[in-house]
């Protein structure tokens, strides 16, 4: 991995960052974080080294995660509510877009 040329190391880069800010199903993103941390192994880089960079954003991530999951409603009106309280309502429509932003911000961190 390190001797690769920087050309094609920062080309696949810009691949994987458009892949991952694009893709929105579960099992695509799934295939994502795999070869991301698949790369990650191949650089020989500590994973827990690497998590370390969520740590600050840590609590900004959990209430915007939060917000996502309580407030969003869907795209319609028709969108299948799990939980309600309230005002408060957690949809599958809420829990999908968790799980993915979720995903795709691990998915960055691990590529910077």
Request: aromatic share 6%; no cysteine; proline share 4%.
């Amino acid at each position: 991995m390190h001797r690769a040329d920087p050309r094609t190391k920062l080309i696949g880069l810009g691949l994987l960052v458009v892949a991952v800010a694009t893709v929105t199903g579960y099992s695509a993103n799934l295939l994502l974080l795999a070869a991301v941390v698949g790369l990650v192994r191949l650089a020989r880089l500590p994973l827990r080294y690497l998590l370390t960079g969520i740590k600050p954003a840590l609590p900004i991530i959990l209430v915007l995660s939060l917000m996502q999951l309580f407030f969003y409603s869907g795209p319609d009106a028709r969108t299948q509510v799990l939980v309600s309280w309230g005002v408060l309502r957690i949809s599958a429509g809420g829990v999908r877009l968790v799980v993915v932003a979720l995903m795709r911000f691990v998915d960055l961190v691990l590529l910077t």
